[in-house]
Every structure is written in structure tokens, then in C-alpha cells.
């Protein structure tokens, strides 16, 4: 059974890497990191994970998408591992949205991303894939990415007004959705 792994926070060096291809992806370190951050992911209720998160500058993404409280639209989407992931296009479209960060707990930005991106990488079998990701999923893609080259998700925001912590976050949301009910 997995273990979960140290989440590292911002301010640690290895927040800030950019992270190195995976050469040997069915080597069984490498299998056992990935099954260790699908399950840190899950254990900390988050809907992505990159491998600098936990700790290895590796070219590796975990993305786990589920609606949950800090995401209650976010669609379901089997764990799935992104190895040496590209972007290989985007839409000029975009939009900002508020997100959340596993390095960076308690603190929400809204954050531009483009709406659609194609991306092309290698999945835990080694087999190259293929994937057409929009609206959550595109985001979330994209920050993870983000991870993958030394970014974090404040560093995209257009204002510093736009970083708000989680509480009151949680409070703007419960406000709106009782707007929405009236």
C-alpha cells in the first residue's frame, strides 16, 4: 500500500525547479512515486498533484478531478498519471477562475487560463497519448504544468487584490450560492 508524501510549501527550493523529463517511466521507483502521489493526492482532498509538490523536480503530474467543497463543479476523472507532458496548442480564449494550491494552503487567486488545450504525453504504460482538455480540466492541467516549470498559481494573477485566503473564499461562495437560490 502507498504511503502519503510531504507536501512541500512554497518557499522551499524545489517549488521553484523546473523539473527534469522521466527517462525510465516503468522503472518500479518511479511506478511506486506515482502510485504514492495518487494516493497523497486523494489524502489531501486535492484534484492534482505534481511530483516537485512532493519533493522530486520529475516531470510528472497527477491529475484526480472530482467535485469536492473547495471545487463543487469540478467534473469526475479517474486518477490519471501525465508523464513529460507538452502543451501543444491553446485557445486565445480564456477566462479567470478562482484556484487553490496544495503548496500553498489557505490562500485563493483568481487565476487567467486558457479554456482548451491540447496536450501530448507519455502515460504510466509508457504508450505517448494524446488529450484535448477544456474549462476545468484545461485549468487544472495547466496548473499542474505550472508546477513542472518552477510557476505556482499567484504568479499568474493580474492583482495582488485578487489573492484572497481560503476562509473567506469559503465565505464568498456561501454567499453566492444563497444569491442563487433567491
Request: with cysteine; net charge negative.
Amino acid at each position: 500500500m502507498s504511503q502519503s508524501l510531504e507536501i512541500f510549501q512554497l518557499g522551499s527550493p524545489i517549488i521553484r525547479f523546473v523539473a527534469k523529463p522521466v527517462s525510465d517511466i516503468l522503472d518500479p521507483e518511479i511506478q511506486s512515486l506515482i502510485d504514492a502521489m495518487i494516493f497523497t493526492c486523494k489524502e489531501s482532498k486535492g484534484v492534482g498533484i505534481a511530483a516537485p509538490q512532493v519533493g522530486h523536480s520529475l516531470s510528472i503530474i497527477i491529475m484526480a478531478s472530482y467535485p469536492n467543497k473547495r471545487y463543487p463543479y469540478a467534473p469526475l476523472m479517474e486518477p490519471t498519471a501525465l508523464i513529460n507532458p507538452e502543451i501543444i496548442s491553446y485557445s486565445e480564449a480564456s477566462n479567470k477562475e478562482w484556484e487553490g494550491c496544495l503548496s500553498l494552503p489557505g490562500i485563493r487567486a483568481l487565476v487567467p487560463r486558457h479554456n482548451t488545450i491540447e496536450v501530448r504525453y507519455v502515460d504510466r504504460e509508457g504508450k505517448a497519448q494524446y488529450a484535448h482538455f477544456k474549462d476545468f480540466l484545461a485549468r487544472l492541467f495547466q496548473h499542474e504544468y505550472d508546477h513542472l516549470i518552477g510557476k505556482v498559481f499567484i504568479d499568474r494573477v493580474e492583482s495582488t487584490q485578487e489573492i484572497i485566503m481560503e476562509k473567506e473564499y469559503q465565505r464568498l461562495m456561501a454567499e453566492k450560492e444563497l444569491l442563487n437560490q433567491i
